[in-house]
């Protein structure tokens, strides 16, 4: 079975341009979570897709923005880049069932770094 | 609010000594614990998890880790540590009752001295 992927794996940007992620879950995973890690912040939730539904969003400006396809593939947005949004974006999907089902665990993607000059 | 301490930024053990990270967390609900490796430029792997039952779990590559309600800790250990277990390790919470998103903790870097 085909694991999570990202794409791209690699991004260079500039300040104040825009710049989508893409994330393809696990075959039949229907749940689809985006992370921000970064040196200082560690890792840090972004928001969290279920069935197409925005279900939980983290603490971040409204310039991160995401959605969730029919086919659970998922994209995250960001627009009006910042220097301070360089980082690794990493994506989880989890196995069938409610997002916050007891048997719930999340498997990543390799990440996309994103680096805004 | 959930949360997730990692006290060690560095733990350093030799090739063959028995290895210990600790983790430490806050929930409302009843807590879902996580152990998660992750290798240079890699993304994160899952090691083990606590959702309910025997407080000791058994996961991959030999670690495991014991759930301590009184104390809300969930340390990750390996009998004997591998070079090869040179990584950097998150715990993670999640808050069963309220399905609420992931909190990962820090992250410790583990050294493995041969």
């Known amino acids: 079975k085909a694991g999570v992927t990202q794409t791209p794996r690699y991004l260079i940007k500039t300040r104040g341009q825009q710049v989508t992620l893409s994330c393809s879950p696990i075959?039949?995973?229907?749940?689809v979570s985006w992370y921000q890690q970064t040196p200082g912040q560690g890792l840090q939730f972004l928001f969290e897709?279920?069935?197409?539904?925005?279900?939980n969003k983290g603490n971040f400006p409204g310039r991160f923005s995401g959605r969730q396809f029919s086919n659970s593939r998922s994209e995250m947005n960001v627009s009006t880049l910042e220097l301070g949004d360089s980082a690794l974006y990493l994506c989880?999907?989890?196995?069938?069932?409610?997002?916050?089902?007891?048997?719930?665990?999340?498997?990543f993607g390799p990440g996309t770094r994103l680096t805004v000059l | 609010a959930q949360s997730v301490a990692q006290p060690e930024d560095q733990v350093n053990v030799a090739e063959g000594n028995p290895l210990t990270v600790k983790c430490t967390y806050s929930?409302?609900?009843?807590?879902?614990l996580f152990w998660y490796v992750q290798y240079p430029n890699r993304g994160l792997q899952f090691l083990l998890k606590?959702?309910?039952?025997?407080?000791l779990v058994k996961g991959s590559y030999g670690f495991e880790a014991e759930f301590n309600k009184s104390q809300t800790s969930f340390h990750l250990k390996k009998p004997s540590a591998l070079v090869s277990d040179s990584a950097l390790y998150f715990c993670?919470?999640?808050?069963?009752?309220?399905?609420?998103?992931?909190?990962f903790g820090p992250g410790t870097r583990l050294s493995v001295l041969p």
């Open positions: 606590y959702i309910t039952g025997d407080n």
């Open positions: 075959s039949g995973h229907r749940s």
């Open positions: 897709y279920f069935s197409e539904t925005q279900r």
């Open positions: 929930v409302s609900g009843n807590p879902y």
């Open positions: 993670a919470v999640r808050d069963g009752n309220y399905g609420q998103n992931f909190v």
């Open positions: 989880a999907s989890s196995p069938p069932g409610l997002a916050g089902g007891r048997n719930n665990e999340q498997f």
